[in-house]
């Protein structure tokens, strides 16, 4: 009997509004799936943009408040970035792994390596609806968190057992461009472990794990995009892995197994 055909299906949903603090998330998702008539069913993912958390969460921040330390001077020599700025890093992050000119690799408080701790200018408006250079966003807090309470409020709106993903724009060690990664989820594996299992030759595997979530997220982020787009949701349908509880540290590697470091 021939193989089954396997589908994947990335759904953007459109015209997401411009959140702002206190905004509650899962409703505004719920209503634009009823809006567009989207069918909701078990084993589907939300895949969330980080911004849309971050904004509903408060997690703007204005450089004309922050004071810099002498480390942020200091490394501020180093990148040419503004050490308010850094000061803010320095404030999300455990320890920082690269410090060049106009670069600034840190590991973040939730564990994972990133530039400048995932803090960004880009598509933060202010009141005039212009971008301000001293509006920055932070991180959500704890992104699992934000994804299991948003998971939460889907599931009993919907009646169904669904994945929420929040992903961000990170770049990659060896090559060129930002990729779509996970940085926080509940209801979905962001680890699949293949070890034990038979290759079509019968081999068995014995190192081979995947790295599911952010296979997920690369593909949610070329829906989303990294301009205008205005897609900071996308539904995934006929994700290949069976549901169940995890969160962020099955991605991370720990430090003694890093050698990069």
């Known amino acids: 009997m021939p193989n089954r055909i396997r589908k994947l299906e990335y759904i953007a949903l459109p015209d997401f509004p411009e959140v702002k603090e206190g905004d509650l998330i899962a409703e505004l998702i719920a209503s634009l799936i009823a809006a567009y008539e989207l069918r909701v069913e078990d084993g589907d993912v939300i895949v969330i943009a980080q911004k849309i958390i971050s904004k509903s969460e408060g997690r703007k921040r204005n450089l004309e408040n922050i004071t810099p330390g002498k480390k942020a001077l200091k490394l501020a020599d180093i990148t040419g970035k503004d050490p308010r700025f850094i000061e803010l890093v320095l404030q ?4 920082v792994i690269r410090a060049k000119e106009n670069t ?5 408080k939730n564990g994972f390596i ?12 202010n009141k005039k609806g212009l971008n301000s250079d001293n509006e920055v966003l932070l ?3 704890n992104p699992d968190e934000s994804a299991k309470s948003i998971r939460t409020v889907l599931e009993r709106i919907f009646h169904k057992t669904l994945g929420v993903l929040i992903i961000d724009s ?3 060690a060896w090559r060129n461009g930002t990729v779509g990664i996970a940085i926080g989820l509940s209801g979905l594996p962001g680890l699949v472990d293949l070890r034990g299992k038979n290759d079509r030759a019968g081999y068995q595997l014995r190192i081979t794990t995947v790295g599911a979530a952010d296979e997920l997220a690369a593909g949610a982020s070329l829906l989303m995009g990294q301009s205008d787009e205005g897609c900071p949701v996308v539904l995934v349908k006929g994700f290949p892995y069976e549901l169940r509880e995890s969160s962020l540290s099955e991605l991370i590697r720990p430090e003694s197994q890093d050698l990069f470091r």
């Open 139 to 141: 991180l959500p807090e």
């Open 104 to 108: 600034l690799i840190v590991e973040h």
């Open 170 to 172: 990170h770049g990659r």
């Open 114 to 125: 990133c530039a400048n701790a995932g803090i960004d200018h880009s598509n933060m408006d």
């Open 92 to 95: 999300e992050s455990r320890k």
